[in-house]
């Protein structure tokens, strides 16, 4: 920040500085955060994984061909035992070459829950996605109040300091001229000197404040001041705000809805464990020794068939399945209760702080009227003699504090009614 003692010269050099800088909205905030925060990419691309691991389950409903082939060599030849005689047969190796294709029968039929576990896997997915959208929109808008209002800070320090110095300026000529002691003198630089404190302060946070928002929305422009946004609510949205409760649609409650669905198809896929398991088989080969052994020609041939396989003992694995799965079941239903719980107490605290901080506006924006009141006959009684300079230097101050107080209360207007949005589960659109 740049500051010169010409009055008229700061102000021209600051309007030049805010129409160089560029404005950034909440909105274009938000269009950025979607579009380029990590969290948010990292989540787009953990949807994208669902959806191939629901492709991946429906592929077993295709049959499967393999290429087979194999090579084995024998350290004795097969031989034949006949009428007391051992005919020795063939030769020590075998080659085979060829095409197999089987279809798991009875696993395509149970595969149709293994695809709902999957699909409801990526509708949850998809729930979350939306979920984190109104999270980081809630995180934004939280650090984008805190950088207006340290802005508006920075603002009325710099304010606060013009006056001081054009205040000194007038000081230092009447001190020149006989007309003031150098103790007035001393008091208006030390306040001037406390103003710069207190304005290192506040640019400090301001642009720690800008730096965290820069890296959230994975933006590379660091010149950008915050545009001014309200949540200007009227007499009659104050007044329904009772009325507000919260939706029971919301994403994060769906997620687990598909949660719960999924836990349910799960039961279904451990169940068909304890069923036997057919698979059909086909293929073609071209061995040698084929079908005859005795041969050493190559021979082609096909062959085709029905495996089955049944488990009549797993040791309670299912059992121990089932008691689990119902185990998460019970979690879910604890971890929704919390959720509803805890947004609900949230939206109660958000109508408490939105009708304390329209009470707190209306009293800073009386206050801020008063102290200007205070400061314009200050400043008259001064150029009169009626007044004199710790007077004025009072009421800069006291005019200030004013202006803070104002932001100070707009800035809790814009949380609490952010906090409403976000616990109500309103999508956070700026």
């Known amino acids: 920040?740049?500051?010169?003692?010409?009055?008229?010269?700061?102000?021209?050099?600051?309007?030049?500085?805010?129409s160089l800088a560029n404005s950034l909205t909440l909105k274009k905030a938000q269009e950025y955060l979607l579009a380029r925060n990590l969290e948010k990419a990292a989540a787009n691309m953990e949807l994208c994984k669902k959806s191939y691991e629901e492709a991946e389950a429906k592929a077993i409903w295709y049959p499967s061909i393999d290429i087979v082939g194999s090579y084995n060599y024998f350290s004795e030849k097969n031989s034949v035992a006949l009428l007391g005689r051992k005919e020795v047969l063939g030769t020590n190796y075998r080659t085979e070459a060829g095409i197999d294709i089987s279809w798991p029968i009875t696993q395509a039929f149970v595969n149709i829950y293994n695809v709902r576990y999957r699909h409801f896997a990526l509708m949850a997915k998809e729930a979350q996605n939306k979920s984190l959208k109104n999270l980081l929109s809630f995180k934004l808008g939280t650090m984008f109040f805190l950088w207006n209002l340290s802005y508006n800070q920075l603002e009325v320090h710099n304010t606060l300091i013009e006056q001081l110095e054009d205040l000194l300026k007038q000081t230092q000529n009447k001190y020149n001229a006989g007309f003031c002691s150098?103790?007035?003198?001393?008091?208006?630089?030390?306040?001037v000197a406390s103003a710069k404190t207190d304005l290192i302060s506040a640019k400090s946070l301001c642009d720690s404040i800008r730096f965290e928002i820069q890296n959230f929305l994975q933006c590379t422009d660091s010149s950008f001041i915050p545009e001014e946004y309200s949540f200007n609510l009227d007499s009659m949205q104050l007044a329904s705000l009772d009325t507000i409760s919260i939706n029971n649609t919301r994403a994060e409650l769906t997620s687990l809805e598909y949660l719960e669905d999924q836990l349910k198809v799960f039961h279904k896929i451990i169940s068909g464990q304890k069923y036997p398991s057919l698979v059909a088989y086909g293929g073609y080969r071209y061995a040698n020794p084929g079908l005859n052994m005795g041969d050493s020609t190559f021979m082609g041939y096909a062959i085709a068939g029905i495996m089955l396989k049944w488990n009549i003992f797993d040791?309670?694995?299912?059992?121990?399945?089932?008691?689990?799965?119902?185990q998460q079941q019970e979690i879910i239903k604890i971890q929704k209760k919390q959720m509803i719980d805890s947004w609900n107490n949230a939206i109660n605290n958000a109508k408490m702080q939105i009708k304390r901080a329209q009470s707190q506006l209306d009293a800073a924006k009386t206050s801020c009227e008063a102290a200007e009141a205070v400061l314009t006959d200050a400043k008259n009684n001064f150029s009169s003699?009626?007044?004199?300079?710790?007077?004025?230097?009072?009421?800069?101050?006291a005019r200030a504090m004013a202006l803070l107080s104002v932001k100070k209360a707009e800035f809790m207007m814009n949380m609490a009614i952010l906090q409403l949005y976000y616990a109500s589960g309103k999508d956070i659109e700026f």
Do not use: C, W
């Not at 040791?315 to 119902?326: L, N, P």
């Open 182 to 191: 150098i103790s007035k003198l001393l008091e208006v630089k030390a306040r």
């Open 385 to 397: 003699g009626t007044a004199t300079q710790t007077d004025v230097l009072n009421a800069l101050s």
């Open 1 to 18: 920040m740049i500051f010169v003692k010409n009055y008229p010269a700061t102000y021209l050099l600051l309007f030049l500085l805010i």
């Open 315 to 326: 040791g309670f694995k299912v059992s121990s399945q089932h008691k689990q799965t119902k």
